[in-house]
Structures are given as structure tokens and as C-alpha cells.
């Protein structure tokens, strides 16, 4: 079974720097999809990001990218000019696309970020 | 965006009743999900359905069960509630406009006193 680790429960950064949260994954399987949800206090779920693995590309989204590092089975999410919008917990999720017909996501514990003015 | 609306948005229930949240979907979607989050864990899968009376367990099943009747509604019944079932439940739709991410609903908070 795949397992996805975020190993910093909390993360703090003053308003304007950057910041990189991280996420691990196991798997063995080849082809996979990559997810960053961003949860703020309304605790409405968001999708901010999405990696393909077959994709060598990192992802972008405006201030949000990815390192993504098939090898090394890590995906790390980076906002730049952090907002105080970004306080969230963030989480990330790993889904694999060979069970095409059952699209199960699997997530981490999460990191809440908090934005410093 | 997916239509998705859960209901209710909050409830508090005694232990041992039982208990029934909703999700309503607009979009007609296959897969539909049923996730609870507690701190430090995550979001942990309890039910899920891949089509009309189709439904599969989860990795925390126990203690729940779900009916899909209608492609538009997933249910989610805890049938003796208690303490430990205390969480924000998540309905989910696997949305291929998004990747083949989720959509989520609004979330319930469920207390059990």
C-alpha cells in the first residue's frame, strides 16, 4: 500500500519570504499522480497543485511549485512572496493511475503553515 | 466547479445513536468518497463508491456503513455512534477537470458526547 509522509507538523515564514513544505511517498508503482490540497480555517479543501510522474516538468501554479523527485520519491511544495492568505494546513496526496476505475487518494498528516507579518 | 454540498454542516449526537450525513453531488460523477480528518492523521478513507449500489470499504471502516441509491446522493450512516467517531467528515467526487484530484464538499463536523 502507498503511504505519504509529511514530516513537519508545523512550518512558519514571514509575509513576502519563501517557503518549502515537504512530502515523501512510497510506492512501487511507475505511473502516479502527485496533489497538494491546501485546507484554510473555513476548512474548505482546495486544490492547489498537481504533478503527473511521467511528467519530468515540475508543476507551476502563479506563486506555487513543486520539486518533484521520482527517484527520491519526494514532492515539495514551495510558495513564494508567502500571503497571509496562504495560512493553511497543507496536505499532500499520492493516487495511482494504474486502478483507472478506482481513484482512491491517499494523503499525508498534513503541515499547517502559519504566515508571520 | 462540481456541485457538491454535504448536510449537515455540524451536528452533536449522543453516543449510541445513529447518525446519517449526506453528500449531494450535481455533476453525475461515478467515484464519490467518504474521508474523515482527525489531527495527526490526516484524511483516512471510510467508504467509497464507484457507481450505484456499488461501494467498497475503506482503511476505517468499521462502524460505518453507506447506501448509494441515486447517482447524485452518497450516505454515510454511523449505526451506534460513539466518542471515537468525533471528526470532520469529507464527501469527495474524483473530478477529471481537476487532474483526477478531488472536489470536495464543505465538510461536517460530528460530535458524539
Known amino acids: 500500500a502507498q503511504t505519504v509522509t509529511q514530516s513537519q507538523p508545523e512550518m512558519s515564514v514571514q509575509e513576502a519570504e519563501t517557503v518549502t513544505l515537504s512530502c515523501t511517498y512510497d510506492?512501487?508503482?511507475?505511473?502516479?499522480?502527485l496533489f497538494w490540497y491546501k485546507q484554510p480555517p473555513s476548512r474548505q479543501m482546495i486544490l492547489v497543485i498537481r504533478?503527473?510522474?511521467?511528467?519530468?516538468q515540475n508543476a507551476t501554479e502563479n506563486r506555487f511549485s513543486v520539486n518533484f523527485q521520482k527517484a527520491a520519491k519526494s514532492f515539495s511544495l514551495k510558495i513564494s512572496d508567502s500571503q497571509l492568505g496562504d495560512a493553511a494546513m497543507y496536505f499532500c496526496?499520492?493516487?495511482?493511475?494504474?486502478?483507472?476505475?478506482?481513484?482512491?487518494?491517499?494523503f499525508g498528516t498534513g503541515t499547517r503553515l502559519t504566515i508571520i507579518p | 466547479d462540481a456541485g457538491i454540498t454535504q448536510s449537515p454542516r455540524h451536528k452533536v449526537t449522543e453516543t449510541g445513536t445513529p447518525v446519517t450525513l449526506r453528500c449531494h453531488q450535481t455533476?453525475?460523477?461515478?467515484?464519490m468518497y467518504w474521508y474523515r480528518q482527525d489531527p495527526g492523521h490526516g484524511l483516512r478513507l471510510i467508504h467509497y463508491?464507484?457507481?450505484?449500489?456499488?461501494?467498497d470499504k475503506g482503511e476505517v471502516s468499521d462502524g460505518y456503513s453507506v447506501s448509494r441509491s441515486k447517482t447524485e446522493d452518497f450516505l454515510l450512516t454511523l449505526e451506534s455512534a460513539t466518542s471515537s467517531q468525533t471528526s470532520v467528515y469529507f464527501c469527495?467526487?474524483?473530478?477529471?477537470?481537476?487532474?483526477?484530484?478531488?472536489?470536495f464538499g464543505s465538510g461536517t463536523r460530528l460530535t458524539v458526547v
Open positions: 469527495a467526487i474524483s473530478d477529471r477537470d481537476r487532474g483526477y484530484g478531488y472536489t
Open positions: 510506492t512501487s508503482e511507475s505511473d502516479y499522480y
Open positions: 504533478q503527473e510522474a511521467y511528467k519530468q
Open positions: 496526496a499520492y493516487r495511482s493511475s494504474t486502478n483507472f476505475g478506482n481513484e482512491k487518494l491517499t
Open positions: 455533476e453525475n460523477h461515478r467515484y
Open positions: 463508491s464507484y457507481g450505484v449500489k456499488d461501494t
